[in-house]
């Protein structure tokens, strides 16, 4: 994994469209954010635990068109990023890898709560 500038280092590369509008999808998100976690989980650097949450944070609206693919209204989540908009079917590729991304955020986030030093943690 490479910077922004092309340099090794722990920066998640964005799901740009590559030329030619391919669209960004909640299959490829979900790859960066499990490369994230299994990342953290090796590594235990709380850089890789912050850019699995960014990644996932893309699916919530921050993306490049700052629109959420998750519809709350029907717990799916649309298929994807075009140039012109969201693509507004809610294929049931995409709607698991959103529910799936669920439950590896909250054992995340569950798995460190239960291994923090009891001082550190918070009621």
Same mark, same amino acid.
């Given at each position: /994994?490479?910077?922004?500038?092309?340099?090794?280092?722990?920066? *998640?590369?964005?799901?740009?469209? =590559?030329?030619? !509008? +391919?669209?960004?999808?909640? #299959? $490829?998100?979900?790859? /960066? +954010? &499990?490369?994230? *976690? &299994?990342? @953290?989980? *090796?590594?235990?650097? $709380?850089?890789?635990?912050?850019?699995? *949450? /960014?990644?996932?944070?893309? @699916?919530?609206?921050?993306? &490049? =068109?700052? /629109?959420?693919?998750?519809?709350? $209204?029907?717990? !799916?989540?649309?298929?994807? =990023?075009m140039a012109d908009?969201?693509?507004?079917?809610?294929?049931?590729?995409?709607?698991?890898?959103?529910? =799936?991304?669920? #439950?590896?955020?909250?054992?995340?986030?569950?798995? &460190?709560?239960?291994?923090?030093?009891?001082?550190? $943690?918070?009621?």
């Amino acid at each position: /994994m490479t910077d922004s500038r092309g340099a090794p280092g722990r920066r *998640v590369a964005e799901l740009k469209p =590559l030329p030619g !509008g +391919v669209d960004q999808q909640p #299959v $490829k998100a979900k790859t /960066m +954010v &499990e490369a994230c *976690v &299994e990342a @953290f989980n *090796v590594t235990r650097e $709380k850089t890789w635990f912050e850019n699995a *949450v /960014m990644c996932f944070n893309w @699916f919530l609206g921050h993306n &490049e =068109l700052n /629109m959420p693919l998750y519809d709350p $209204k029907t717990g !799916g989540c649309r298929d994807g =990023l075009m140039a012109d908009g969201i693509n507004q079917n809610q294929g049931a590729e995409s709607s698991l890898a959103w529910l =799936l991304l669920l #439950v590896t955020l909250q054992k995340l986030y569950a798995d &460190e709560i239960l291994i923090q030093p009891s001082s550190q $943690k918070t009621d």
